[in-house]
């Protein structure tokens, strides 16, 4: 039996019908199938994000990632504390949860990939990936400093915020540190 489902399974008496449901169906249909393999030791952050992305890319709409995300971070931070794993590999990850008064416009894969072209081509491929892939604005991401920088922590700090950032993204992020250190 897998982690989550024992996790499931001790908790739910405390939640309603609806919200037991809600669970059992996300853990068996689309958790389970993606990274059920996976053991709970071994399972990391880029795992999580490469269950979001094919969510996604499988038109789960973005309240229900944001539940999923939810569900796999609380269940994580029992693990840690159960002495099961060391480190939660689904901190706070940054999912955008849309504002009801607001439409949002979902980028596709290829609509993402388009815009990382075009910003390699004018040397701007970092920051542009930072801002597709962070819950960081724009105007954030023009008044950030090296300093802001974590990268043994996979994290961004800025204000009073700390996001949680791809290794993809560490990576882009070194390498034009490395060109530009001023």
Same mark, same amino acid.
């Given at each position: 039996?897998?982690?989550?489902?024992?996790?499931?399974?001790a908790?739910?008496?405390?939640?309603?019908?609806?919200?037991?449901?809600a669970?059992?169906?996300?853990?068996?249909?689309?958790?389970?199938?993606?990274?059920?393999? =996976?053991?709970?030791s071994?399972l @990391?952050?880029?795992?999580? &994000? /490469?269950?979001?992305? #094919?969510?996604?890319?499988?038109?789960m709409?973005?309240?229900?990632?944001w539940?999923?995300?939810?569900?796999?971070?609380t269940?994580?931070?029992?693990?840690?504390?159960?002495?099961?794993?060391r480190?939660?590999?689904?901190?706070?990850?940054?999912?955008?949860?849309?504002?009801?008064?607001?439409?949002?416009?979902?980028?596709?894969?290829?609509?993402?990939?388009?815009?990382?072209?075009?910003?390699?081509?004018?040397n701007?491929?970092? =920051?542009?990936?930072?801002?597709? @892939?962070?819950?960081?604005? &724009? /105007?954030?991401?023009? #008044?950030?400093?090296?300093?802001?920088?974590?990268?043994?922590?996979?994290?961004?700090?800025?204000?009073?915020?700390?996001?949680?950032?791809?290794?993809?993204?560490?990576?882009?992020?070194?390498?034009?540190?490395?060109?530009?250190p001023?």
């Amino acid at each position: 039996k897998s982690w989550l489902n024992c996790w499931h399974d001790a908790n739910s008496p405390r939640w309603s019908q609806v919200t037991r449901r809600a669970y059992r169906s996300l853990i068996q249909h689309h958790i389970v199938p993606e990274i059920g393999h =996976i053991r709970l030791s071994a399972l @990391t952050e880029k795992d999580l &994000q /490469a269950l979001y992305v #094919e969510l996604s890319e499988n038109d789960m709409n973005v309240r229900t990632l944001w539940c999923i995300h939810a569900m796999l971070r609380t269940s994580l931070e029992h693990a840690c504390l159960s002495g099961y794993i060391r480190k939660n590999p689904a901190p706070e990850f940054n999912i955008l949860v849309p504002d009801e008064t607001q439409s949002v416009m979902r980028l596709k894969k290829t609509q993402i990939d388009a815009y990382l072209s075009e910003a390699e081509k004018r040397n701007v491929v970092a =920051i542009v990936h930072l801002g597709l @892939t962070s819950e960081f604005r &724009q /105007a954030d991401l023009f #008044e950030m400093q090296w300093s802001n920088l974590h990268p043994e922590d996979l994290e961004i700090e800025y204000g009073k915020r700390r996001c949680a950032i791809s290794e993809k993204t560490r990576e882009l992020l070194i390498a034009e540190r490395q060109r530009h250190p001023q």
